[in-house]
């Protein structure tokens, strides 16, 4: 048997909350795309997780049980990226340079510093380029 490394995957594209969350929602071509990133195993932060609880519980009415559930699955399908205090003081920057929000901010300085090339979001100008590395794309 021979187990996947990281050598095996594509570990350059970072998921933003909105594009993990079409994957439960009722937009059948938003939902398609969404699970096919998904199945790219892209990188995600603990960030994207705690966004994505607060919507299924709030906005969706999930229970916890089920919040919980649905995202067990998704955890096996990503790289996750903890979010610490060196991302949020990079997101300072970003915020600073890039006019972003704190949280869009959180989320762009958490790609740059998995290494990401490509961060997929419905929030952030598509196309636009960070730090000469990481482009924002609309999959939508």
Not at 46 to 70: F, G
């Amino acid at each position: 048997m021979r187990y996947m490394t990281t050598q095996d995957v594509d570990m350059s594209d970072f998921l933003d909350s909105n594009v993990v969350l079409y994957a439960f929602g009722d937009d059948d071509i938003k939902r398609r795309i969404s699970s096919q990133l998904l199945a790219g195993y892209p990188t995600i932060s603990t960030q994207v997780i705690n966004e994505c609880s607060h919507v299924m519980r709030r906005k969706l009415y999930w229970s916890p049980d089920k919040i919980a559930e649905e995202l067990e699955v998704v955890l096996c399908l990503v790289r996750l990226q903890p979010v610490d205090i060196r991302h949020i003081r990079l997101a300072w920057k970003v915020a600073a340079r890039y006019g972003f929000s704190h949280y869009d901010s959180v989320i762009v300085a958490t790609a740059l510093e998995a290494h990401c090339e490509h961060l997929f979001s419905e929030d952030l100008q598509h196309g636009q380029i960070i730090e000469n590395r990481l482009r924002i794309i609309n999959p939508f």
